[in-house]
Nanobody, 120 residues
Framework: QLQASGGGLVQPGGSTRLSCSGS????????IGWFRQAPGKEREGITY????????YYIDSVKGRFTISRDNAQKTAHLQMNSLRPEDTAVYFC???????????????WGHGTLVTVSS
């Protein structure tokens, strides 16, 4: 089970941090990622982190603004979101997926989403 928290209303240019906690599975065996779904748009994977945290992936639209991290001892992951834009408004989902060293696979587990609204 994955549980996301954080989010809420943020002003443009502001920051917020999302957290993800896992239970019921071997956390350190799984890569962790964040997907988001904006109103009227398809769900998209925006960032992933490998099991030990040494490999990360970001889509271009969040690169340099968002940072994914994980703490395997605490079975948590975080998404630091800076320089937020109105187009970042979406429901954000924490996921567990496979990373085989060359490819990120489709998520195996999904957490419930948390809404981030970027608006003045």
């Amino acid at each position: 089970q994955l549980q996301a928290s954080g989010g809420g209303l943020v002003q443009p240019g502001g920051s917020t941090r999302l957290s993800c906690s896992g239970s019921g599975f071997t956390w350190e065996y799984w890569a962790i990622g964040w997907f988001r779904q904006a109103p009227g748009k398809e769900r998209e994977g925006i960032t992933y982190i490998s099991m030990n945290g040494d490999t990360t992936y970001y889509i271009d639209s969040v690169k340099g603004r968002f940072t994914i991290s994980r703490d395997n001892a605490q079975k948590t992951a975080h998404l630091q979101m800076n320089s937020l834009r109105p187009e970042d408004t979406a429901v954000y989902f924490c996921v567990a997926l496979v990373w085989d060293g060359s490819r990120w696979y489709d998520p195996h587990w999904w957490g419930h989403g948390t809404l981030v609204t970027v608006s003045s």
